[in-house]
């Protein structure tokens, strides 16, 4: 299968109340991306959280004591951020040399919450991940088709670590338009062996794909990726998380 990936360009700083949808087509339009039908759009996370109104001034935080006691376990932390992690957070899975491993009320497990400092609107801003990131991209899938009237799948981003590995690798948050697992038990393998277990995480695959036109700091937060051929789905990027009774790592 061929496929390409396209960073799109000229999309303008996001400010909370902006129509994400409308500024993307815009940019798509200049880029002479189109889109096309059958296209999968991805968004990094920051610029929807941005739209979202889902930032918040650390003006405004009053870090409580077991912030300042978290805070002071680490070097480069700021008590009122370790605050916003905390009201984020549903479970704690680790707390190490200054690391804070935390579960999302979405149930995303990650560090920090997803609290992010950089690219903020000032230095006294952070952002928080979406409230609900698959109803985020459907929000843009619709804007897409009321405004380009192309049908066109969606997948909100955000980096992760990963246990095992070093560096941090772009995954699917929320996804509309596509199934986001690439189920293949049931064909068979080169040799004729039926395939039992065999489940692509495709949504995260072409986040990871995305990302490498996405980069932090240059001013790319979207890409276009085309001539991948998936499956029309409502989607749902919690397909993409597993259950706490299959989990043998939290």
């Given at each position: 299968?061929?496929?390409?990936?396209?960073?799109?360009?000229?999309?303008p700083m996001?400010h909370?109340?902006d129509?994400?949808?409308?500024?993307?087509?815009?940019?798509?339009?200049?880029a002479?991306?189109?889109?096309?039908?059958?296209?999968?759009?991805?968004?990094?996370?920051?610029?929807?959280?941005?739209?979202?109104?889902?930032?918040?001034?650390?003006?405004t935080v009053t870090p409580?004591?077991?912030?300042?006691?978290?805070?002071?376990?680490?070097?480069?932390?700021?008590?009122?951020?370790?605050?916003?992690?905390?009201?984020?957070?549903?479970?704690?899975v680790?707390?190490?040399?200054?690391?804070?491993?935390?579960?999302?009320g979405?149930?995303?497990?990650?560090?920090?919450?997803?609290?992010?400092?950089?690219?903020?609107l000032?230095?006294?801003?952070v952002?928080?991940?979406?409230?609900?990131?698959?109803?985020?991209?459907?929000?843009?899938?619709?804007?897409?088709?009321?405004?380009?009237?192309?049908?066109?799948?969606v997948i909100?981003?955000?980096?992760?670590?990963?246990?095992?590995?070093?560096?941090?690798?772009?995954f699917?948050?929320?996804v509309?338009?596509?199934?986001?697992l690439?189920d293949?038990?049931g064909?068979?393998?080169?040799?004729g062996?039926?395939?039992?277990?065999?489940?692509?995480?495709?949504?995260?695959?072409?986040?990871?794909?995305?990302g490498?036109?996405?980069?932090?700091?240059?001013?790319?937060?979207a890409?276009?990726?085309?001539?991948y051929?998936?499956?029309?789905?409502?989607?749902g990027?919690?397909?993409?998380?597993?259950?706490?009774?299959?989990?043998?790592?939290?």
């Amino acid at each position: 299968m061929n496929f390409s990936v396209h960073p799109v360009p000229n999309v303008p700083m996001i400010h909370p109340g902006d129509d994400l949808g409308a500024l993307l087509c815009d940019a798509l339009g200049q880029a002479q991306l189109g889109p096309q039908n059958g296209d999968i759009l991805v968004v990094c996370q920051k610029v929807v959280s941005k739209a979202e109104g889902r930032v918040v001034n650390l003006n405004t935080v009053t870090p409580s004591p077991f912030a300042r006691q978290l805070a002071a376990m680490t070097t480069d932390k700021d008590p009122r951020v370790v605050e916003v992690i905390l009201a984020e957070t549903s479970r704690i899975v680790k707390m190490d040399r200054g690391h804070l491993i935390v579960e999302t009320g979405p149930g995303y497990v990650c560090a920090n919450a997803g609290v992010d400092e950089s690219n903020s609107l000032d230095d006294e801003t952070v952002i928080l991940l979406p409230k609900d990131s698959d109803a985020s991209a459907h929000r843009i899938a619709a804007a897409i088709k009321i405004r380009a009237k192309r049908e066109v799948a969606v997948i909100v981003t955000d980096t992760f670590g990963r246990p095992w590995r070093e560096g941090l690798v772009d995954f699917a948050l929320g996804v509309a338009g596509m199934e986001p697992l690439l189920d293949l038990r049931g064909q068979k393998d080169l040799n004729g062996r039926e395939l039992h277990h065999t489940v692509h995480a495709q949504a995260d695959a072409l986040a990871a794909a995305a990302g490498l036109v996405m980069r932090k700091g240059a001013g790319i937060p979207a890409a276009i990726i085309r001539g991948y051929a998936y499956q029309h789905a409502d989607g749902g990027a919690a397909k993409l998380l597993r259950s706490r009774e299959f989990d043998l790592f939290r």
